[in-house]
């Protein structure tokens, strides 16, 4: 939806750049949501009806969209709002719920709201999509996360990648792409008829997600205490990022073309009731795979080097945080934003977006996007 432009929209900018340089003010806002979140007297589901009231009533609201550049369309906060809530149990179970519930309630202005809404988009939305369509010196791929509950400190991580990583998770998946079942060529059995290709080791969480440098610290302590209350993860998984990054519980082998949709969030696996088995799934608005048959197929995560190497199974936490985000970006329309956004960005920067430079701060790149893109409007207008 497009909205009319005038000179407000600046100052809406200046704003928003105010939220991302003090990130601050989402901490302490999140230790008010813990209050709420720690009343026993309130039940999950009170809050639930709460927060879907508050949603449906900022749906009607003429002041409930958050301000993007020209020609991109604006942002429904009730849309994120909503997409939020109602993928919170599926994605972190009941704990999940609350969390998105309480800080919902917490908000009880309409400019709340909204403000809620931007810090989900850009802070936990808009990291998960910025290693996804941007080449490596736009979002390096030479760091992994530290991440420091206390938010005191992020500790750099180490510059290389683990060499391991590929041949792990190979072996685990048993030469074979988890969704398709084509083989890696140089490890098909001998008589096979079936095709082969060079399979590639997906991470399930991208490296972008965590990838912050010491000057962007609270930046990334921000992102990681929302993906912490959203994701059920326990604090030890968190604080073991940096190693888990290139871990086997976070990768599966895949097909280019599988990978290429995993990756941009329009493929997820779904977890059945049974443990390590999992459904394929789309956002829809595809045909996304091919053959399409393999939309609902069921797989099942098994070790195939056992007994000989113990390799972790890819973490069911990683895989429901992904398909969440994926579901999330899909239902709240940030994924067409974030695609108007680059696609715009990379037109006004002559086709060169890897001219960009984040600082290993994908909050801190989507408001450079963004600046660039006002001011140029404004230069022309």
């Known amino acids: 939806m497009s909205h009319s432009r005038n000179a ?58 958050i301000t993007t550049p020209p020609s991109v369309h604006d942002v429904d906060a009730s849309k994120v709002l909503d997409a939020m809530l109602r993928n919170a149990h599926r994605t972190g179970g009941e704990s999940s719920e609350r969390y998105t519930a309480c800080a919902i309630c917490a908000c009880h202005e309409i400019h709340e709201q909204v403000n809620l809404a931007r810090t989900w988009f850009m802070y936990l939305l808009w990291p998960f999509t910025a290693g996804t369509h941007q080449p490596s010196d736009l979002v390096s791929g030479q760091a992994t996360p530290t991440i420091d509950d206390t938010y005191g400190s992020l500790v750099s991580a180490s510059p290389e990648r683990s060499s391991r990583f590929r041949n792990d998770v190979n072996q685990r998946d048993g030469y074979r792409c988890v969704i398709s079942g084509v083989w890696d060529g140089a490890h098909k059995p001998v008589g096979v008829q079936q095709g082969w290709v060079t399979l590639q080791a997906a991470h399930i969480l991208k490296r972008a997600v965590g990838v912050f440098t010491m000057d962007r610290a609270h930046t990334a302590a921000a992102t990681w205490n929302i993906i912490r209350h959203y994701s059920g993860m326990s604090e030890e998984t968190i604080q073991n990022m940096e190693r888990l990054v290139d871990d086997p519980s976070n990768g599966m082998m895949l097909e280019y073309n599988i990978h290429n949709v995993f990756d941009k969030l329009k493929v997820y696996l779904e977890q059945t009731e049974r443990e390590n088995e999992y459904t394929v799934k789309d956002v829809g608005g595809g045909p996304w795979i091919h053959p399409l048959d393999l ?72 408001s450079s996007m963004m600046s660039a893109l006002f001011i140029g409007a404004s230069l022309i207008t």
Request: no cysteine.
């Open 8 to 65: 407000s929209d600046l100052s809406d900018l200046s704003d928003l750049s105010a939220s991302i340089s003090k990130p601050e003010s989402v901490i302490s806002f999140n230790e008010d949501v813990y209050l709420a979140m720690q009343n026993a007297v309130v039940s999950t589901a009170t809050y639930v009806g709460q927060a879907q009231q508050i949603i449906e009533q900022l749906a009607t609201n003429q002041y409930r969209w």
């Open 295 to 366: 939309l609902g197929k069921t797989i099942t995560f098994r070790n195939h080097d056992s007994p000989t190497r113990d390799l972790p199974l890819p973490n069911p936490h990683f895989i429901a945080l992904h398909a969440g985000i994926s579901r999330i970006l899909h239902m709240s329309g940030a994924s067409e934003i974030f695609a108007q956004l680059l696609d715009k960005y990379d037109g006004a920067a002559g086709g060169n977006i890897g001219s960009l430079k984040s600082n290993g701060d994908p909050v801190h790149q989507l």
